[in-house]
């Protein structure tokens, strides 16, 4: 059974600070999904990530992959108040078109 | 372009109660997935429609729940009897799959409160 893991589930950090949030998965799969979800609102597709060592850059936040390790990051470099929210991966369960989410990293970031 | 939609944005009923939830996707979208949202269980897979037919229902918890989906668009999601453990978010999404990538595109959500 696919399972996604995300630390830390809650973040809170300053402006202008860097940070870094870890997906970890547990069976092979080489498509990886990065969403923001805002309070009470939907989710937000922020990136999708095709291969090993697939990285994407969208203003502040770059995400990567490394299949081999199981393992995808989501980095914020000089942190703003708007990227406040929660940080789901989800890896697609290959073969099976559902996707598997983890269990979301909130993040506040002080002004 | 139009997004995916979903009504109610919100629903009350009571306990027993039956209801319906629907979902429009995106159009030209083959696929079309039901997730659902509680604070103890996070982001739960319910089911997922190619088209019309349903290949995987792996995700409904009883078989309370059941989906249809017609003419390769709008979608509902039916829950018989609620109990207040079906109290969560209930978001659609959609597909284009494209390649064989199957990138979602979620709708805002139903909230769902059985009393």
């Known amino acids: 059974e696919l399972k996604v893991e995300q630390n830390p589930l809650f973040l809170s950090m300053q402006e202008g600070k860097n940070y870094t949030i870890y997906c970890n998965y547990s069976?092979?799969?080489?498509?990886l999904y990065w969403y923001r979800q805002d309070p009470g609102k939907s989710l937000e597709s922020l990136f999708v990530?095709?291969?090993?060592?697939a990285v994407k850059q969208e203003g502040r936040l770059m995400a990567s992959l490394d299949t081999k390790a199981r393992l995808s990051t989501l980095h914020i470099t000089a942190a703003v108040h708007d990227l406040s929210a929660t940080y789901f991966c989800?890896?697609?369960?290959?073969?099976?078109?559902?996707?598997?989410f983890g269990q979301g990293t909130r993040l506040t970031i002080n002004p | 372009g139009a997004g995916v939609s979903q009504s109610p944005s919100n629903k009350v009923t009571e306990k027993g109660k039956d209801v319906e939830l629907r979902c429009d996707p995106i159009?030209?979208?083959?696929?079309l997935y039901w997730y659902r949202q509680s604070l103890g269980q996070g982001l739960e897979f319910l089911i997922y429609?190619?088209?019309?037919?349903?290949?995987?229902k792996s995700g409904l918890p009883s078989d309370r729940f059941s989906a249809e989906r017609t003419g390769g668009s709008v979608s509902t999601l039916t829950i018989q009897r609620t109990q207040q453990e079906d109290s969560a978010v209930y978001l659609c999404?959609?597909?284009?799959?494209?390649?064989?990538?199957?990138?979602?595109?979620f709708g805002p959500g139903t909230r769902l409160t059985v009393l």
């Open positions: 990530l095709l291969s090993n060592g």
């Open positions: 159009s030209g979208h083959t696929a």
């Open positions: 429609f190619q088209g019309n037919s349903a290949p995987d």
């Open positions: 989800a890896v697609d369960n290959r073969g099976a078109q559902k996707l598997v």
């Open positions: 069976t092979t799969s080489d498509r």
């Open positions: 999404a959609s597909s284009p799959v494209r390649g064989g990538l199957y990138e979602q595109f």
